[in-house]
């Protein structure tokens, strides 16, 4: 159906003339995706309980009071990645899918610290997680989440090298918030560190973030 303005639109509407979304809006049948135990407010727990997981390094080693969670994380990575993906011309709602993504399994597993479990032992733990977690969605949603979380592990595509740089990115400002807050630099500084050191590597750098961390 082709219209040249929403006069036009609800004249033409086959459905209920006062509702937009009622006419574009495809029906989801949720009686028939509860029979199946595939319903999305599973998928919508497992999101909810990314707020009560605290980002383990902030705890362990600056020994933070009240520190973000991964949900925090998540929500300022989605916000820095949404305006340099689209700066940067890239597949913003695969960015933005692979950010939401990329940590959920700690909703289930919990934030690690490097070293803390081998990283073979990590990413069996994680997707099972995963796994877990997408499984009450529809088969081909489930599909493409699960394809969009293993190209973020994978790390071989520019959009997965570009979310991996902007997790160091987005955890670099919350260590100058920190500090800006009277937490140890001495303690922050391997933060800086770890940031920094991954960063700087420009064998990647299509987006020349080394440029904007320069500003910073």
């Not at 219209?3 to 006419?23: D, M």
Request: aromatic share 10%; proline share 3%.
């Amino acid at each position: 159906m082709i219209v040249q303005n929403s006069a036009e639109y609800f004249q033409k509407c086959p459905r209920n003339k006062k509702s937009i979304a009622s006419c574009c809006l495809p029906e989801v049948d949720f009686q028939k995706m509860m029979r199946k135990r595939m319903l999305p407010t599973r998928f919508f727990q497992s999101v909810l309980l990314l707020k009560n997981v605290k980002r383990a390094g902030w705890v362990s080693k600056v020994r933070v009071n009240n520190p973000e969670s991964v949900a925090d994380h998540t929500y300022s990575m989605c916000a820095m990645c949404m305006v340099l993906s689209d700066m940067l011309r890239l597949d913003t709602q695969r960015v933005m899918k692979m950010v939401i993504l990329h940590d959920l399994a700690e909703s289930i597993t919990g934030d690690y610290i490097p070293g803390e479990i081998s990283k073979k032992q990590k990413l069996l733990q994680e997707k099972k997680a995963i796994n877990s977690i997408l499984y009450c969605l529809p088969t081909d949603i489930r599909l493409d989440y699960k394809k969009i979380w293993q190209e973020y592990i994978s790390n071989k595509t520019d959009i997965a090298r570009f979310v991996h740089r902007m997790d160091k990115l987005e955890m670099m400002l919350q260590a100058k918030l920190y500090a800006k807050q009277g937490y140890s630099h001495k303690l922050l500084a391997q933060f800086f560190n770890s940031a920094d050191k991954y960063l700087s590597i420009n064998k990647y750098d299509f987006m020349n973030l080394q440029a904007l961390i320069n500003t910073i």
